[in-house]
């Protein structure tokens, strides 16, 4: 340890946050040492945090795919890429007759005329008929000319050809609001009975995230996260509620746990948007600091610091750490707070 400071500081400046002081360093027992700079910094106090920061890609999980009931030709289509479907919504036209979207838990499976044999799907005809203001008589399984006179009087009022003929495709079964994924359909485009024609996806957005083994190590589901949209800049709470135990191999990336973010408050992002997601894993408010480069091992292997004192002699001071932040580190026991430690010593 420098005991003795032989002369005076002839430099004293503040360069990048660091204070640099040019002196002449000598020892009783030893020979005369040339010229040094001693660089120090202060001793501050600010909020430290240990983050993980994950790069993920907004998405939407699928509810299911919506197929064509019918073969035909698409005329019109009325809906767009992440637009939400609300019952009585027309989804697109099939050789110009309207797909409309009512709510149910039964599809139409079969063209509904006045020579259908009875079936179930025909009360429900007549009820989503009634409930629409057309009267279609009593409610039942056989279809009667009240019923096609019912069923021509809404087609005429919904756009439809008023042939008194219902077609498959022409209402649109399934639980209503939903959100479309993925539209890959052109107008004049022709599609087969049983063709995909768009994924259905859930409302909510979600985050998909890929982690490294290191990254894997420290985290668990249950852990809250901040989602920030880098383009906007625009946050959001979430939370992990997924990570995979078994590695995948992505490319060059190697190893990559895949995982699942939720978001708890509304995010301005589409599909496909890529987010940057923090995870605080510890934060010390007020921590007690110092540059990283100030903490050294003695050689009995307690960390340690090394201060200027107020009469311009340096000292060993032992020190407990606590979390590491970048280039700082906390100091949980050791020093005061108006303490200058030495961050480097070289010669000048």
Same mark, same amino acid.
């Given at each position: 340890?420098?005991?003795?400071?032989?002369?005076?500081?002839?430099?004293?400046?503040?360069?990048?946050?660091?204070?640099?002081?040019?002196?002449?360093l000598?020892?009783?027992?030893?020979?005369?040492?040339?010229?040094?700079?001693?660089?120090?910094?202060?001793?501050?106090?600010?909020?430290?945090?240990?983050?993980?920061?994950?790069?993920?890609?907004?998405?939407?999980?699928?509810?299911?795919?919506?197929?064509?009931?019918?073969?035909?030709?698409?005329?019109?289509?009325?809906?767009?890429?992440?637009?939400?479907?609300?019952?009585?919504?027309?989804?697109?036209?099939?050789?110009?007759?309207?797909?409309?979207?009512?709510?149910?838990?039964?599809?139409?499976?079969?063209?509904?005329?006045?020579?259908s044999?009875?079936?179930?799907?025909?009360?429900?005809?007549e009820? &989503?008929? +009634?409930? *629409?203001g057309?009267?279609?008589?009593? #409610?039942?399984?056989?279809? !009667?000319? @009240? $019923? =096609?006179?019912?069923?021509?009087?809404w087609?005429?009022?919904?756009?439809?050809?008023?042939?008194?003929?219902?077609?498959?495709?022409?209402l649109?079964?399934?639980?209503?609001?939903?959100?479309i994924?993925?539209?890959?359909?052109?107008?004049?485009?022709?599609?087969?009975?049983?063709?995909?024609? &768009?994924? +259905?996806? *859930?409302?909510?957005?979600?985050?998909? #995230?890929?982690?490294?083994? !290191?990254? @894997? $190590? =420290?985290?668990?589901?249950?852990?809250?996260?901040?989602?920030?949209?880098?383009?906007?800049?625009?946050?959001?709470?979430?939370?992990?509620?997924?990570?995979a135990?078994?590695?995948?191999?992505?490319?060059?990336?190697?190893?990559?746990?895949?995982?699942?973010?939720?978001?708890?408050?509304?995010?301005?992002?589409?599909?496909?948007?890529?987010?940057?997601?923090? #995870?605080?894993?510890?934060?010390?408010?007020?921590?007690?600091?110092?540059?990283?480069?100030?903490?050294?091992?003695?050689?009995?292997?307690?960390?340690?610091?090394?201060?200027?004192?107020?009469?311009?002699?340096?000292?060993?001071?032992?020190?407990?750490?606590?979390?590491?932040?970048?280039?700082?580190?906390?100091?949980?026991?050791?020093?005061?707070?108006?303490?200058?430690?030495?961050?480097?010593?070289?010669?000048?």
């Amino acid at each position: 340890m420098i005991k003795k400071i032989f002369g005076t500081i002839v430099v004293l400046a503040i360069i990048g946050g660091a204070i640099y002081a040019i002196v002449v360093l000598t020892e009783d027992d030893e020979p005369i040492v040339d010229e040094q700079v001693i660089v120090v910094d202060e001793v501050e106090r600010r909020t430290l945090q240990d983050i993980v920061v994950l790069r993920g890609d907004v998405d939407r999980d699928e509810r299911f795919t919506l197929f064509s009931a019918v073969a035909g030709r698409i005329t019109a289509i009325s809906i767009e890429e992440e637009e939400q479907i609300s019952e009585g919504d027309i989804i697109m036209e099939v050789d110009g007759r309207p797909m409309l979207a009512v709510s149910g838990t039964i599809p139409y499976w079969r063209v509904l005329d006045s020579r259908s044999p009875d079936g179930p799907d025909i009360e429900l005809l007549e009820q &989503f008929l +009634l409930d *629409e203001g057309h009267d279609p008589g009593i #409610v039942d399984q056989n279809f !009667t000319g @009240r $019923s =096609r006179t019912a069923l021509r009087d809404w087609q005429e009022s919904r756009g439809y050809p008023d042939d008194g003929v219902l077609r498959p495709s022409d209402l649109v079964v399934a639980d209503w609001p939903a959100t479309i994924g993925s539209i890959d359909l052109q107008v004049g485009q022709f599609v087969a009975a049983g063709a995909p024609l &768009f994924v +259905l996806v *859930e409302d909510e957005l979600s985050v998909s #995230v890929s982690v490294d083994p !290191t990254d @894997r $190590s =420290r985290l668990e589901p249950g852990l809250p996260a901040t989602v920030e949209v880098p383009a906007t800049g625009e946050t959001a709470p979430g939370r992990i509620i997924e990570l995979a135990d078994t590695a995948v191999i992505e490319g060059q990336s190697g190893e990559r746990y895949r995982g699942e973010v939720e978001l708890l408050r509304g995010l301005d992002a589409v599909a496909g948007t890529a987010v940057r997601i923090e #995870v605080v894993l510890e934060e010390v408010v007020d921590a007690l600091v110092v540059p990283v480069a100030a903490v050294s091992l003695s050689g009995d292997g307690q960390e340690e610091v090394r201060i200027l004192t107020r009469d311009g002699t340096l000292a060993r001071v032992p020190v407990t750490t606590g979390l590491t932040e970048g280039a700082l580190v906390e100091i949980v026991e050791g020093l005061d707070g108006d303490e200058q430690v030495v961050v480097e010593v070289r010669t000048g």
